[in-house]
């Protein structure tokens, strides 16, 4: 690691910046990792997409299907295809079982990742939370060195609130949240420790605004930095940068010309399977894609073939013409 605990949140604030994708997890016909795959796609996200910093292993990649080595593994790809590339890695450590989490955290450390996330423990029978979840966060910070990103999401079954959020914050090396909260609750949040936490959510459509209203530097991440984009149409790249430099009304202009894109995936993907939809998305798009683990759902022939109608009408530019 370049940085001890102490450091986490400086070194954070100093390069965890821009766009940060959540990348689906390929798998073969036999449903093996797709090690070439996976290579494959962080060169294209990084390299073609100008991709800042990839979360691995969580729930877009179906770490519920996959063994510990197998999570392990992962992270040892990511870190090797970055290597070099000035893209950071925030590994996904999150299990209900805290040795589970311990030890994928100090694996991601071992390794060379720039940083873990750990979801919000699903909690039986508790109703008092917020002592119980400081001291899960409090276990997991003083266990590793490595820069740790909370995440608070529906699926735990309850939302940690923004008060509990900044006082786990005051943890040396907790340096993040993904918030998927509404939009008040994240906006509380930075109010009260945007100095020490870099509090993001996943939705893209609220990003650009996010970036002008609220000074986020940070979008930590979802499928769309490389469902949205290609190699020539780097349209969330361009408004991002857009965002950044000030220039808000062409950032939005930019921003807005992508809801066709955006209406073409919201519509053709089936509520039971978005995985299985996303992974074909990415097929469109010459990315490896591949099968679902079980229990995730494939789709079927017809709800494939909307798919691919909306994709080849959504006005995405797949390459240049020979004259351009």
């Known amino acids: 690691m370049d940085y001890r605990r102490s450091e986490a949140k400086d070194y954070a604030r100093a390069r965890m910046k821009g766009i940060w994708a959540a990348a689906l997890q390929p798998f073969r016909e036999d449903l093996s990792i797709d090690e070439a795959g996976l290579r494959a796609n962080i060169r294209h996200w990084v390299e073609d997409l100008g991709i800042d910093g990839l979360f691995i292993a969580g729930k877009q990649g179906e770490y519920f299907s996959m063994s510990v080595e197998e ?3 992962v992270f040892e790809i990511a870190v090797d295809e970055t290597r070099g590339t000035g893209a950071g890695t925030i590994m996904s ?7 589970t989490v311990i030890g994928l955290a100090r694996h991601a450390q071992a390794v ?25 966060y409090r276990t997991v910070s003083e266990a590793v060195e490595i820069g740790i990103a909370m995440w608070s999401h529906p699926d735990s079954g309850y939302l940690m609130s923004p008060g509990l959020c900044a006082r786990i914050a005051e943890l040396p090396n907790i340096v993040a949240i993904k918030y998927s909260v509404p939009r008040e609750m994240y ?5 009260l420790a945007g100095d020490r936490l870099l509090v ?12 002008l209203e609220l000074g986020w530097q940070l979008y930590l991440c979802s499928s769309p930095p490389y469902l949205l984009q290609t190699a ?14 000030g220039e808000a009304e062409e950032a939005r202009r930019v921003r807005d ?13 089936p509520g039971a399977k978005p995985h299985a939809h996303q992974k074909y998305w990415q097929e469109l798009l010459g990315q490896a894609g591949g099968p679902v683990r079980p229990p ?9 073939q909307a798919t691919r109608l909306a994709f080849e009408s959504c006005g995405l530019e797949l390459m240049r013409s020979a004259a351009e």
């Open 71 to 73: 999570r392990k593994r």
């Open 93 to 99: 450590c999150s299990d209900q079982n805290m040795d």
């Open 112 to 136: 060379g990742a720039d940083y873990i996330v750990v979801h919000a423990p699903v909690l039986s029978f508790v109703t008092d939370r917020d002592d119980l979840l400081f001291e899960y």
């Open 187 to 191: 906006a509380e949040l930075t109010r």
């Open 200 to 211: 993001s959510t996943a939705s893209e459509e609220e990003w650009l605004d996010n970036i």
């Open 232 to 245: 020539t149409d780097r349209r969330m790249r361009t408004y991002t940068d857009l965002a950044f430099a």
């Open 257 to 269: 010309s992508l809801d066709p894109v955006r209406g073409a995936l919201k519509r053709t993907r």
């Open 296 to 304: 995730m759902l494939e789709l079927t022939e017809a709800e494939k």
